[in-house]
Each structure stands twice: as C-alpha cells, then as structure tokens.
C-alpha cells in the first residue's frame, strides 16, 4: 500500500468516508460533513511534527494531525463526547483479504507491535485496510495546541513507526506505539485532514475547524524543513461547506454547518510565511 503524498491524503479520506458511492450524492451531502486535507510537500524523513489547535469540533470529529504513507496519528471526539487520541499503521497489503476484515490478514502481513506507552490500549482496525492502533484517552481543549511527532527507522524491508504527543497536563511526551510493518521506507506522502464520522444528518449541520501549525519534517540526512506549503483537497462528498487558508504559522481547515468555499479553491496549493521559531528538539522524545 505504497502512497504518494497526494495519493495518500486522498485515498485516506475516502476510506474513512465509507462506500460513499452507495448514497446518492446529494444524500451524501445532508448525511455528512465533508472530509478535507491538506497536503504538505516534504523530502522523505525520519521525523515530523506539527500542533494540532482544535478550534471548532462535535461529537463524531476527527483531526488527524500527521498522516504518512504508511498511518496516520490524531486526536478524536467520540460520538459519545469523550476524547481520545489515537495512531494507526496499516498491514502489509494482503490480496488474499477479500474482506477488509482485520482477521483475514495473513499473520505475515500484519503489524509488529513492538512497544505500547503507559496507559495506552492496543487494537486491530479493518474496513480502510487493515492494520494495527493504539488509544489514550486524553481531554484536550479547544483552542489547546497538542503536539504530535512520528518517527520512522526503516530495517531491512520493514520500517518500525513511532507515534509520540505532547501531555500538556503532565508537560512530557506520551508513547503511543512503536509499530513495525512491511516498508522499508522512511516517512512520505504527509498530510492533515479533519472528518465527520458521525454521519447522521445532523452531524453535517455543525462546524468542525482546526489550524495545523509549527509543521516540521526532518530529512534523512538531518536536515530540518518547515511544511510552509500545503494542497488542499477533498473527498467526494459533493458539498461546498469547506475552507482552508494559510495563518501565520501553518493552515486552518473548516467543514460543514455554515462554513463557505472563500478562501481557497479545490486543489489549490497554499503558502505560509517561512517560521520564526527555532527547528524542533529532539531532546524529550523517545528514539
């Protein structure tokens, strides 16, 4: 399941989607918020990070602060209203799965868990592909930058993936997994995006929006690079209640309830003012 940058942020969002071409369009658009991406050119690397600020969110929202070519890692309101973040990574792609059912997986194919952070649940997911995820409840707060990194250390024909965020209310990192998969690569193909995945009419009547800001990706040779330009897409959901723009220090993201398409177009590439801040440390986070 190899992903281009775009390719990833694409077939990422519409996954989470669902089988949106079962529903006639212009149900699809009462049903649900649109799902919307920003992706961000960046060399191939061994890190990246950004700050996820959730300024607008509901029950049935997720942000996804660094989707890669190979997971993806946010934070989630759950329809229930409690809040969790979650990082994912995807099985090696199986063709004899017929079923995107988790357990049809071959062994051989699915993700190594190598280590779980205190605290944090473990879990298979399916119906996107199939793969390996790790939990933690955490409340984070609207308006409150939470900060996200991953690391990827390509082995032989595996590449064992990272997930870390910062616990503002404890002020240090929080290991989420170290989850190994059949790559090979370093990290590729990054991208945000915000989803509805509530879906139940009333869902699509409420705003969800975010700035994605202090983007990094380090690169394989160590060199630090700032995620000053993103292409802002979208997935098939044929509704117009979606924006994106730059801010000072990254991008904002909004869909749904009352938003409208002023900003910026449909596959246009977006650019922020080069950052004043220092590049990332590296000190706190676990290696």
Same mark, same amino acid.
């Given at each position: 399941?190899?992903?281009?940058?775009?390719?990833?942020?694409?077939?990422?969002?519409?996954?989470?989607?669902?089988?949106? +071409?079962?529903?006639?369009?212009?149900?699809?658009? /009462?049903?649900?918020?649109?799902?919307?991406?920003?992706?961000?050119?960046?060399?191939?690397?061994?890190?990246?990070?950004?700050?996820?600020?959730?300024?607008?969110?509901?029950?049935?929202?997720?942000?996804?602060?660094? @989707?890669?070519?190979?997971?993806?890692?946010?934070?989630?309101?759950?329809?229930?209203?409690?809040?969790?973040?979650?990082?994912?990574?995807?099985?090696?792609?199986?063709?004899?799965?017929?079923?995107?059912?988790?357990?049809?997986? !071959?062994? !051989? +194919?699915?993700?190594?868990?190598?280590?779980?952070?205190?605290?944090?649940?473990?879990?298979?997911?399916?119906?996107?592909? #199939? @793969?390996?995820?790790?939990?933690?409840?955490?409340?984070?707060?609207?308006?409150?930058?939470?900060?996200?990194?991953?690391? !990827?250390?390509?082995?032989?024909?595996?590449? #064992?993936?990272?997930?870390?965020?910062?616990?503002?209310?404890?002020?240090?990192?929080?290991?989420?997994?170290?989850?190994?998969?059949?790559? @090979?690569?370093?990290?590729?193909?990054?991208?945000?995006?915000?989803?509805?995945?509530?879906?139940n009419y009333e869902s699509a009547k409420i705003a969800r929006r975010a700035r994605f800001v202090n983007g990094w990706a380090m690169d394989t040779?160590?060199?630090?690079?700032?995620?000053?330009?993103?292409?802002? #897409?979208a997935d098939p959901t044929p509704s117009n209640a979606i924006d994106a723009a730059p801010v000072e220090d990254g991008f904002f993201l909004q #869909?749904? @309830?009352?938003? /409208?398409?002023? /900003?910026?177009?449909?596959?246009?590439?977006?650019?922020?003012?080069?950052?004043?801040?220092?590049?990332?440390?590296?000190?706190?986070?676990?290696?």
């Amino acid at each position: 399941m190899k992903r281009s940058s775009m390719l990833a942020a694409m077939l990422a969002a519409t996954a989470l989607t669902g089988s949106a +071409n079962a529903i006639e369009p212009a149900e699809l658009a /009462k049903r649900q918020c649109r799902s919307i991406h920003l992706g961000y050119p960046a060399p191939a690397s061994e890190w990246a990070l950004i700050d996820v600020i959730a300024e607008k969110s509901a029950p049935g929202t997720y942000f996804c602060a660094l @989707g890669f070519n190979r997971g993806y890692f946010g934070m989630q309101e759950l329809a229930s209203g409690k809040k969790v973040v979650i990082f994912s990574v995807w099985d090696k792609h199986d063709p004899n799965n017929k079923t995107d059912r988790q357990q049809d997986t !071959a062994e !051989a +194919n699915r993700v190594g868990v190598i280590e779980v952070g205190d605290g944090v649940r473990k879990g298979r997911f399916s119906g996107e592909g #199939t @793969g390996s995820q790790s939990f933690y409840d955490y409340d984070w707060k609207i308006g409150e930058p939470v900060r996200f990194a991953v690391h !990827a250390k390509p082995e032989g024909e595996f590449t #064992t993936y990272t997930g870390q965020f910062y616990d503002a209310s404890r002020k240090q990192w929080q290991l989420m997994a170290s989850f190994r998969t059949h790559s @090979g690569a370093p990290l590729a193909g990054l991208y945000s995006f915000v989803e509805d995945f509530r879906r139940n009419y009333e869902s699509a009547k409420i705003a969800r929006r975010a700035r994605f800001v202090n983007g990094w990706a380090m690169d394989t040779k160590g060199a630090w690079h700032p995620l000053i330009q993103a292409r802002f #897409t979208a997935d098939p959901t044929p509704s117009n209640a979606i924006d994106a723009a730059p801010v000072e220090d990254g991008f904002f993201l909004q #869909t749904g @309830g009352d938003t /409208k398409n002023e /900003k910026t177009k449909l596959r246009d590439m977006m650019k922020r003012p080069k950052p004043a801040a220092d590049k990332p440390a590296l000190s706190d986070l676990k290696l």
